[in-house]
């Protein structure tokens, strides 16, 4: 059984999920502002009903509050920017091709010995610099996965 295209399969398989990952966890706050809500509620639990301190924790929860929805607001409105889908999806199958495509010729020459040994490395480093340029270009789409609000009111 051959097994040289694992490692290029499973280089792409982690790279493409931490980068899916990455961008669905690292947006969401949502559940520490309701743990923050539930957490300022409980203490005003405990002061005195007409309080100063308990009238400011009802003013920070309704600031809270106020931030929560119209961060919630503003993502059910969003759009999707097709122009920076269509680069990330070229991008990741140009970087999934470029691997499978030279993992596979490093590996074939490197099993011919003498100089072809040399060209191989080399091919592995071109390799990794290509995967890091990869890598890098589609983490700087997801940051503009969304189309920007402004234009978004002057399409509609």
Known sequence: ??????????TTAVTVLGTV??????????????????QL???VGHLPEHS????????????IAGDYTDRLKEVRGRKL??????AI???GVAA?????????????LGSLGGWAIA????????LALAVLLAILLIAAGWRTLYAPRESMKRKG
């Open 96 to 108: 999934i091709a470029s691997v499978y495509g030279l993992s596979t010729l490093a590996t074939w």
């Open 1 to 10: 059984m051959d097994f040289t295209h694992i490692v290029p399969i499973a």
């Open 21 to 38: 990952a990455a961008a669905i966890v690292g947006n969401e706050r949502g559940p520490k502002d309701l743990r923050r809500i539930r």
């Open 41 to 43: 509620a409980e203490a």
């Open 81 to 86: 920017n097709s122009g920076v889908v269509s």
């Open 52 to 63: 100063d301190a308990a009238k400011a924790l009802h003013e920070a929860i309704g600031l």
């Open 89 to 91: 999806l070229i991008v």
């Open 119 to 126: 060209v191989a490395v080399v091919i592995w480093i071109v």
